[in-house]
């Protein structure tokens, strides 16, 4: 099983609807939570942290967490051509020999919006 | 606002060629980081340096070495490339709040440079 895994996609969705991302991830001991956004041939860039249970709001982005089920997703109100990219999920990992916790990376899920 | 910056941005080598990496940071964070970026694989950490005179071996470090020169600036170095170096190649950095635990996964990415080993 790997540490954090998502659909790889292709998620396709018509302009103006809501786009639905998930990441689910092994650890039970993580503790947080991060949503970057990746253009092709492009950098990452963060889009969304979140640190415990519940939903937290952004303009269009919405990240929800459940640690009992050990998921998290984001949710992109009235997506944009714009919005297409690939997303990636990372999480923060328990601590290696080093003490130092590990920040553990999805594939990505690519998200294509319609327009 | 030059946050991260990389260079080269792009470079083609032949096997057994060395280079250098740089990457300088104007955010005064501690925390720097080098990741490979390859088709199916993901990011997967190379090496990174949790404040300045540190450095440790990340996922895959074997054929990488890397310098904290000071608190802006780590390169990463390869001593004799192959073509499994072939690959994407980012510097990010992030501010720990207590060096060495590592609290934040909030990184700031460079543009990354593509190499490409012949």
Same mark, same amino acid.
């Given at each position: 099983?790997?540490?954090?895994?998502?659909?790889?996609?292709?998620?396709?969705?018509?302009?103006?609807?809501? !786009? #639905?991302?998930?990441?689910?991830?092994?650890d &039970?001991? =993580? @503790?947080?939570?991060?949503?970057?956004?990746?253009?092709?041939?492009?950098?990452?860039?963060?889009?969304?942290?979140?640190?415990s249970?519940?939903?937290?709001?952004?303009?269009?982005?919405?990240?929800?967490?459940?640690? !009992? #089920?050990?998921?998290?997703?984001?949710?992109? &109100?009235? =997506? @944009?051509?714009?919005?297409?990219?690939?997303?990636?999920?990372a999480?923060?990992?328990v601590?290696?020999?080093?003490?130092?916790?590990?920040?553990?990376?999805?594939?990505?899920?690519?998200?294509?919006?319609?327009p | 606002?030059?946050?991260?910056?990389?260079?080269?941005?792009?470079?083609v080598?032949?096997?057994?060629?060395?280079?250098?990496?740089?990457?300088?940071q104007?955010?005064?964070?501690?925390?720097?980081?080098?990741?490979?970026?390859?088709?199916?694989?993901?990011?997967?950490?190379?090496?990174?340096?949790?404040?300045?005179?540190?450095?440790?071996?990340?996922?895959?470090?074997?054929?990488?070495?890397?310098?904290?020169?000071?608190?802006?600036?780590?390169?990463?170095?390869?001593?004799?490339?192959?073509?499994?170096?072939?690959?994407?190649?980012?510097?990010?950095?992030?501010?720990?709040?207590?060096?060495?635990?590592?609290?934040?996964?909030?990184?700031?990415?460079?543009?990354?440079?593509?190499?490409?080993?012949?």
């Amino acid at each position: 099983q790997k540490e954090v895994e998502q659909n790889s996609g292709p998620l396709s969705v018509p302009e103006g609807a809501i !786009a #639905s991302l998930n990441c689910t991830y092994s650890d &039970r001991v =993580s @503790q947080s939570f991060f949503w970057y956004r990746q253009y092709s041939g492009k950098s990452p860039e963060l889009i969304m942290s979140i640190y415990s249970n519940g939903d937290k709001e952004d303009g269009r982005f919405t990240a929800q967490l459940n640690k !009992a #089920s050990q998921y998290v997703s984001l949710l992109i &109100r009235d =997506s @944009q051509p714009s919005d297409s990219a690939t997303y990636l999920c990372a999480v923060k990992g328990v601590r290696n020999a080093g003490n130092n916790r590990k920040l553990i990376w999805g594939l990505g899920t690519s998200l294509a919006v319609n327009p | 606002n030059a946050g991260v910056t990389q260079t080269p941005k792009f470079q083609v080598l032949k096997t057994g060629q060395s280079m250098t990496l740089q990457c300088a940071q104007d955010m005064n964070h501690n925390s720097m980081y080098w990741y490979r970026q390859d088709p199916g694989m993901g990011l997967r950490l190379i090496y990174y340096s949790a404040s300045e005179g540190t450095t440790d071996k990340g996922e895959v470090p074997n054929g990488y070495n890397v310098s904290r020169l000071n608190k802006r600036e780590f390169s990463l170095r390869l001593e004799s490339a192959a073509p499994s170096q072939t690959s994407v190649y980012f510097c990010a950095s992030t501010h720990e709040e207590n060096a060495g635990v590592g609290l934040s996964g909030e990184l700031f990415f460079g543009e990354g440079s593509r190499l490409t080993v012949l």
